[in-house]
């Protein structure tokens, strides 16, 4: 199994497009492009949700695996320093006849029907909200 793990980097000042083209960028270094338009979807949200939810500093890191049986999958990861959340209750939040897609919530309602698994994981400094899409067999 082949990985690639690189970092993106983030100007917290700037646009999160930089990120975007980087993942692009990387991804088609990597003949991967096949994920380059939901991964993208998926960095823009994770990182706004890390921003506007989180705390400094913010990191974006992306994993790809090439499985033996040519399958491809990709992680995407956006740690920062604010507090972890439970994904059972926001899961159960989008079940709930009230929800409507007006409300916060969206980006990962995307991020949900967008990756095959994702979830967030407390650490020592924060936490790491994940998302992994996988690619078409090989």
Request: aromatic share 6%.
């Amino acid at each position: 199994m082949k990985r690639a793990s690189p970092r993106l980097s983030h100007d917290p000042a700037g646009p999160a497009d930089a990120v975007r083209d980087q993942l692009r960028d990387r991804l088609a270094r990597l003949r991967a492009a096949e994920f380059a338009e939901d991964a993208t979807v998926v960095v823009s949200e994770l990182l706004s949700n890390a921003l506007r939810h989180g705390r400094p500093p913010v990191r974006v890191a992306c994993a790809l695996r090439r499985r033996c049986t040519g399958r491809a999958t990709l992680r995407i990861e956006v740690a920062d320093a604010g507090p972890s959340f439970d994904t059972t209750l926001v899961r159960a939040r989008w079940r709930h006849p009230s929800f409507t897609l007006e409300e916060s919530g969206r980006g990962l309602f995307l991020v949900d029907a967008l990756a095959g698994r994702w979830g967030d994981e407390p650490t020592r400094h924060g936490h790491t909200v994940w998302a992994v899409l996988y690619g078409a067999d090989g």
